[in-house]
């Protein structure tokens, strides 16, 4: 089945203590992305990888970090939490020409 | 600068009444590309709609209902006889024809009141 998959689902976390969200798609698609999700202010684009070793910033990439390493996998890296991290992160990927493929979400609660 | 605008926060409606949910966007790109997600209270965003730019001819498909206009840059939305099943945040994207950047409205709420 073609899905993006991201793990976990729910985290909850400390201010400053690293965490990793993981995010992979099984449908060779060669763009990646991460939104989040918070009220009011919809989805927020945080980085976004056209290809493998490329990635760029979106809108609000302050605090958040990525890498793609393999075409699959795109994870977003907190290196240092903070509680205005709280929110609903999606990752998303496509290609060129086709609609974005969302995973089902990830709720992080930073305390 | 992209934009996207719902400028209808929640909406409330009860069954089987028609609902048009409105988009307003903002771009100086030339090609661009238009969708609609509907996100249900389980959180997962279901894809609605893509609509380049080139293409202005209203789409139907059951009972959804899109009217894209360039003149007024709005992408609405219409549901007809709507349900129960159609309560959900909907959300209006624009995609530039780098095809790597998404803007998203704020979202729409919409309630079926059975």
């Known amino acids: 089945e073609a899905q993006v998959t991201q793990n976990p689902r729910y985290l909850i976390t400390v201010t400053g203590k690293k965490l990793t969200v993981t995010c992979s798609q099984n449908m060779n698609h060669e763009y990646m992305s991460w939104y989040r999700q918070d009220p009011g202010l919809g989805l927020r684009q945080i980085y976004y990888?056209?290809?493998?070793?490329?990635?760029d910033k979106g809108d609000v990439p302050e605090g958040y970090k990525v890498s793609r390493k393999e075409k699959r996998n795109f994870p977003l890296i907190l290196e240092s939490p903070s509680p205005n991290q709280t929110s609903l992160y999606f990752c998303?990927?496509?290609?060129?020409?086709?609609?974005?493929?969302f995973g089902n979400g990830t709720r992080l609660t930073v305390t | 600068a992209q934009k996207v605008t719902q400028a209808q926060t929640e909406i409330s409606v009860v069954e089987k009444e028609d609902v048009t949910l409105d988009c307003v966007y903002e771009?100086?790109?030339?090609?661009?590309?238009l969708f609609w997600y509907k996100q249900p209270p389980s959180g997962e965003l279901v894809f609605l709609i893509r609509?380049?730019?080139?293409?202005?001819q209203n789409e139907i498909s059951g009972r959804y209902s899109w009217n894209f206009q360039k003149s007024t840059s709005s992408f609405n939305f219409t549901i007809t006889a709507s349900q129960v099943v159609d309560s959900a945040v909907y959300f209006c994207a624009l995609e530039r024809n780098t095809g790597n950047q998404f803007y998203f409205g704020t979202g729409t709420s919409l309630t079926v009141i059975p």
């Open positions: 771009t100086r790109d030339t090609t661009y590309y």
């Open positions: 609509r380049n730019s080139f293409d202005e």
């Open positions: 990888s056209m290809n493998v070793e490329v990635t």
């Open positions: 998303a990927s496509g290609n060129f020409d086709s609609p974005l493929h």
